[in-house]
């Protein structure tokens, strides 16, 4: 019982009842919306990538799969579509490319 006590009194000590009320009005009870602080704002969108979508044929996305799938089971944790796709780019020979693509 003793223990319990000690909590108690340690949690009051560190919970003051006036900082809970207030959070609680300012935040939870509070008929105004809520304003994010900058400190839970994004960050700047990195400038080093960018997200995109692109179209795949359902078979070239199966594949896609099936080649990122082998690629994890030989170990390369880290594979992914993005991954391979930008490694296939870093292979390709334009001279190669057929005119009617």
Do not use: W
Not at 10 to 38: K, M, N, W
Not at 45 to 61: A, G, T
Request: with cysteine.
């Amino acid at each position: 019982m003793n223990t319990r006590n000690n909590f108690r009194q340690a949690a009051g000590r560190v919970l003051q009842t006036d900082d809970v009320d207030q959070i609680l009005s300012d935040c939870f009870f509070s008929d105004r919306a809520f304003e994010p602080t900058e400190a839970i704002l994004p960050e700047q969108k990195p400038e080093h990538y960018k997200i995109i979508c692109i179209s795949l044929y359902n078979e070239d996305l199966s594949r896609l799969d099936e080649m990122v799938a082998t690629l994890k089971k030989r170990g390369l944790t880290k594979a992914s579509r993005s991954a391979l796709i930008r490694f296939a780019l870093s292979k390709v020979d334009l001279s190669l490319v057929p005119r009617g693509i």
